[in-house]
C-alpha cells in the first residue's frame, strides 16, 4: 500500500495529514454503510447478509485538513473454504499496512464472542493505531449507547471513542476530522474529486450481487460470484450494453437466482440497471447469466478465474 509522499507546508502554515482507515468488526455493523457515509457516496455494496464484502475497497474523502482513504475489507472470520482462506489472507495484508483500524460496535446489540475474538486479533497489527466507533445510534436508545461506550471502553485502550449513525449522518463529520488528524502528515495521495480507485466493471458487477443478495437464502450469498464479459457503447443511440454472468456451485442455487418463470431472474436485473444508471449517469441495457460453476470457492483455478 503506497504510502503519502511528504507533506509540504500550506500558505496558512498548517501541514495536510494523509493515510489509510481500515473499519473491522463482525458482520453487520455498518462497515461499508460508515465506509459511503464518510466518502459521500457509495462506493461499497452493502447487505444484511455476513461476508458481504470480497475484497478490498478504498473509498477517498477530502477535508480541509486531510485525505483520508479509507479501505473497506472483508470481515475477519474462521474460514471453511479456500476463499475464506484468500479473504482472510486479504484482511491480514491490509491490516498490516494501514495507519488506522477502526472497530466497529453496534449500539443496540452487547458485545459478544465475535467481537472479542476480532479485539484479539487487532494485537496482530502494533503498527496502526485502534479507535473504537459506535455505529446505528440512530436506531439504539440512550441508554443502550452509554452502556455500549462502557463495555467498549473497557476492552482497551482506544485512541479514540466515537459514537455515530451512518444513516442519520450524526457525528460522521466529527469521525472523519478526528480520523485524519490521527493520520501522519503527509500530501494527498488521490485527486480532490476523486472518490475510489475501484475499476468500473468491478463496481458494476458488484451492484448486481448487492441485487441478487436481498431476499435469498442463507447458504446462497457465499456461493455468488459475479463477473462482466464486456461493456459495449450502442453506436445508433446512446445506451451501454452490459453483459454479466452469475456463478452459483449447484443447479438448485441457479434456480433460486432465475426464479418460477424467471420472475427473480426480472427483478434482479430491474434493480441492478436502477443502481448501475445511478452510477454511470445514463441508460444501459443489462444481460445477465446464471452459470453453475461447481464448489468454486473450493477450486483454485475457479477462483483465479473469478478473480480471487
Same mark, same amino acid.
Given at each position: 500500500?503506497?504510502?503519502?509522499?511528504?507533506? %509540504?507546508?500550506?500558505?496558512?502554515?498548517?501541514?495536510?495529514?494523509?493515510?489509510?482507515?481500515?473499519?473491522?468488526?463482525?458482520?453487520?455493523?455498518?462497515?461499508?454503510?460508515? =465506509?459511503?457515509?464518510?466518502?459521500?457516496?457509495?462506493?461499497?455494496?452493502?447487505?444484511?447478509?455476513?461476508?458481504?464484502?470480497?475484497?478490498?475497497?478504498?473509498?477517498?474523502?477530502?477535508?480541509? =485538513?486531510?485525505?483520508?482513504?479509507?479501505?473497506?475489507?472483508?470481515? /475477519?472470520?474462521? @474460514?471453511?473454504?479456500?476463499? *475464506?482462506?484468500?479473504?482472510?489472507?486479504?484482511?491480514?495484508?491490509?491490516?498490516?499496512? $494501514?495507519? /488506522?483500524?477502526?472497530?466497529?460496535?453496534?449500539?443496540?446489540? @452487547?458485545?459478544?464472542?465475535?467481537?472479542?475474538?476480532?479485539?484479539?486479533?487487532?494485537?496482530?497489527?502494533?503498527?496502526?493505531?485502534?479507535?473504537? &466507533?459506535?455505529?446505528?445510534?440512530? &436506531?439504539? %436508545?440512550?441508554?443502550?449507547?452509554?452502556?455500549?461506550?462502557?463495555?467498549?471502553?473497557?476492552?482497551?485502550?482506544?485512541?479514540?471513542?466515537?459514537? $455515530? %449513525?451512518?444513516?442519520? #449522518?450524526?457525528?460522521?463529520?466529527?469521525?472523519?476530522?478526528?480520523?485524519?488528524?490521527?493520520?501522519?502528515?503527509?500530501?494527498?495521495?488521490?485527486?480532490?474529486?476523486?472518490?475510489?480507485?475501484?475499476?468500473?466493471?468491478?463496481?458494476?458487477?458488484?451492484?448486481?450481487?448487492?441485487? /441478487?443478495?436481498?431476499?435469498?437464502?442463507?447458504?446462497?450469498?457465499?456461493?455468488?460470484? &459475479?463477473?462482466?464479459?464486456?461493456? /459495449?457503447?450502442?453506436?445508433?443511440?446512446?445506451?451501454?450494453?452490459?453483459?454479466?454472468? $452469475?456463478?452459483?456451485?449447484?443447479?438448485?442455487?441457479? *434456480?433460486?437466482?432465475?426464479?418460477?418463470?424467471?420472475?427473480?431472474?426480472?427483478?434482479? #436485473?430491474?434493480?441492478?440497471?436502477?443502481?448501475?444508471?445511478?452510477?454511470? #449517469?445514463?441508460?444501459?441495457?443489462? %444481460?445477465?447469466?446464471?452459470?453453475?460453476?461447481?464448489?468454486?470457492?473450493?477450486?483454485?483455478?475457479?477462483?483465479?478465474?473469478? #478473480?480471487?
Amino acid at each position: 500500500m503506497a504510502r503519502a509522499p511528504k507533506a %509540504s507546508k500550506r500558505k496558512d502554515g498548517t501541514t495536510p495529514h494523509s493515510g489509510f482507515v481500515s473499519l473491522v468488526g463482525r458482520p453487520n455493523v455498518g462497515k461499508s454503510t460508515l =465506509t459511503n457515509a464518510l466518502v459521500g457516496e457509495k462506493v461499497a455494496i452493502t447487505s444484511s447478509k455476513p461476508q458481504t464484502t470480497r475484497h478490498a475497497i478504498r473509498g477517498i474523502t477530502n477535508r480541509p =485538513t486531510g485525505q483520508l482513504i479509507l479501505v473497506d475489507t472483508p470481515g /475477519i472470520h474462521r @474460514p471453511r473454504t479456500l476463499l *475464506g482462506e484468500r479473504l482472510n489472507a486479504l484482511v491480514q495484508a491490509t491490516l498490516g499496512d $494501514v495507519d /488506522i483500524i477502526g472497530m466497529c460496535f453496534p449500539a443496540d446489540e @452487547p458485545i459478544g464472542a465475535g467481537d472479542n475474538f476480532i479485539n484479539e486479533q487487532l494485537e496482530n497489527y502494533p503498527r496502526a493505531k485502534k479507535i473504537a &466507533v459506535v455505529t446505528k445510534t440512530d &436506531v439504539s %436508545s440512550k441508554k443502550q449507547i452509554a452502556e455500549r461506550l462502557l463495555e467498549v471502553n473497557a476492552l482497551r485502550e482506544w485512541a479514540l471513542v466515537i459514537p $455515530v %449513525s451512518a444513516v442519520s #449522518g450524526d457525528q460522521v463529520d466529527l469521525l472523519a476530522d478526528e480520523l485524519i488528524a490521527l493520520l501522519p502528515e503527509g500530501d494527498p495521495l488521490y485527486l480532490d474529486d476523486e472518490t475510489t480507485d475501484e475499476d468500473l466493471y468491478k463496481r458494476v458487477s458488484e451492484l448486481i450481487r448487492e441485487s /441478487i443478495l436481498e431476499g435469498v437464502h442463507d447458504e446462497l450469498p457465499h456461493s455468488l460470484a &459475479v463477473t462482466l464479459d464486456d461493456m /459495449i457503447e450502442r453506436e445508433d443511440k446512446d445506451m451501454l450494453d452490459i453483459y454479466a454472468n $452469475v456463478f452459483v456451485e449447484r443447479d438448485s442455487q441457479k *434456480g433460486i437466482i432465475i426464479g418460477n418463470g424467471g420472475a427473480r431472474l426480472k427483478e434482479i #436485473g430491474a434493480t441492478s440497471r436502477a443502481s448501475i444508471e445511478k452510477l454511470l #449517469g445514463r441508460k444501459v441495457f443489462l %444481460s445477465i447469466r446464471v452459470k453453475v460453476a461447481k464448489d468454486w470457492q473450493r477450486d483454485p483455478k475457479l477462483l483465479q478465474r473469478l #478473480g480471487f
